[in-house]
């Protein structure tokens, strides 16, 4: 049988060789297979929008380009990589020689074999990025330089995906979907969305989870733009970036740092014994800085395996479909579900029965432990939902108390809750 770690890295290899950027056809390819797998409302926004303090860009759209030498042989050509043309070049024909080529030229000195990704999206520009031995390897003399690309009007292209809830209270998972031929950063985060969203599908969640596949920055900026009504319902909020590398998991905070998903997380990774980091929010990285951004202050934390930049792999030619494994990608799908579930029931609740300690013997809440290897730590786990259940104190504030695992302490306050001990 498949496991759910190789049909995202399935999705993965799917997905790379097309070549997306903030707009364009290859967001919108993109989409169409991630709607494949849950369904999605997309959205066209209009080149010329006002979004916040941006406008939305020209749509870009590529069709080939190359460099040519005096054979007539492509030595560097877009059909082999998107990673090969500068993100967002304007279109050229032209034979220029080496001297003068070597001015749009990107490489990694340091990694001579890897392409690097480079985009110039504000600033009309054209380029080619090669590896470093490949420019080494050229002769002088003339080479035909061709890019057949539009910039013209057109749109920003987002799409949503929205798992209801029992409360119309969100959670936001976002992951950005403007990378070209990049595994980690950021296929494996569109697939670990996807999966999860499949998974939460399959239940009735208490919060309404919306998912979030845009371009980063700019799409997150257009979407909190055009959803302004719609913030307030935001609650908890969640970025997925590199998350299928090698690396140990890696959670940053909101900018808040105390957020209900700042200290799901950090109880969720720490139970877990995982090797993890818990890192600091900094106005840099992925789009939690958008959700973050004072006006907004939302509780949207980023979950990553190794974090951006953090890897040599980082937006070259070497975070290709071998850097991710399954493995990682399906842990990383097991922590956001492992957090969500925490979330989900995270409650707050009032001890109906105040005075004294309610006798749970006489409502068959002792003899429901028999037989149970955990008795007494179910036992112990009553008591303390009874003793916090003050309307102030919340589930995780009990386990973390009490140092009892989570779902003893739900599991608890379930049974509490249907002897009228305690409500919601």
């Not at 496991?3 to 056809?25: K, N, Q």
């Not at 990049?182 to 998974?199: C, K, Q």
């Not at 992925?286 to 395996?305: A, H, I, K, T, W």
Request: hydrophobic share 40%; net charge negative; with cysteine.
């Amino acid at each position: 049988m498949t496991t759910a770690g190789e049909e995202m890295h399935a999705l993965v290899e799917r997905m790379y060789p097309l070549c997306r950027s903030i707009t364009g056809d290859g967001v919108r390819a993109t989409l169409d297979i991630v709607g494949e797998y849950v369904p999605l409302q997309v959205h066209e926004v209009p080149t010329g929008t006002q979004v916040l303090d941006w406008t939305v860009p020209q749509e870009w759209n590529i069709r080939d380009a190359y460099i040519a030498d005096a054979t007539g042989r492509r030595v560097v050509d877009f059909a082999a990589s998107s990673l090969h043309v500068l993100g967002y070049s304007v279109p050229v024909s032209a034979t220029m020689p080496l001297s003068v080529l070597r001015g749009h030229l990107h490489t990694l000195p340091d990694h001579p074999a890897w392409v690097p990704y480079r985009t110039s999206y504000y600033k009309p520009e054209w380029g080619f990025c090669l590896a470093q031995e490949t420019l080494d390897a050229l002769p002088d003399g003339d080479y035909e330089v061709h890019i057949d690309s539009t910039l013209a009007d057109g749109h920003l292209t987002y799409a949503e995906h929205v798992v209801p809830g029992q409360v119309a209270d969100e959670v936001i998972v976002s992951c950005h979907v403007c990378h070209p031929s990049l595994a980690n950063d950021n296929l494996a985060g569109i697939a670990v969305a996807t999966f999860l969203a499949r998974a939460l599908a399959e239940q009735t969640p208490y919060y309404t989870y919306r998912f979030l596949f845009a371009p980063g920055t700019i799409g997150a900026i257009t979407w909190l733009a055009r959803n302004a009504e719609r913030v307030e319902r935001v609650k908890h909020g969640l970025v997925l970036a590199c998350a299928g590398d090698s690396g140990q998991l890696t959670y940053k905070q909101s900018r808040r740092g105390d957020a209900e998903i700042d200290r799901v997380m950090r109880h969720v990774l720490a139970a877990s014994e995982r090797p993890h980091h818990i890192a600091e929010f900094t106005p840099y990285g992925y789009d939690e800085r958008q959700f973050c951004s004072p006006g907004f202050d939302l509780g949207v934390g980023s979950l990553s395996r190794t974090p951006y930049a953090g890897y040599p792999e980082y937006h070259t030619s070497a975070d290709n479909p071998d850097f991710v494994s399954p493995e990682a990608m399906e842990d990383t799908l097991a922590v956001c579900r492992e957090a969500f579930a925490v979330l989900d029931r995270n409650r707050r609740y009032v001890n109906l029965s105040p005075y004294g300690e309610p006798q749970l013997g006489r409502r068959g809440l002792y003899d429901s432990l028999g037989g149970r290897s955990d008795a007494k730590q179910a036992q112990m786990a009553m008591l303390w939902v009874l003793s916090l259940s003050d309307g102030e104190h919340s589930l995780l504030d009990v386990a973390e108390r009490s140092g009892l695992p989570f779902d003893t302490v739900a599991a608890a306050a379930d049974a509490l809750h249907d002897a009228e001990l305690i409500k919601a």
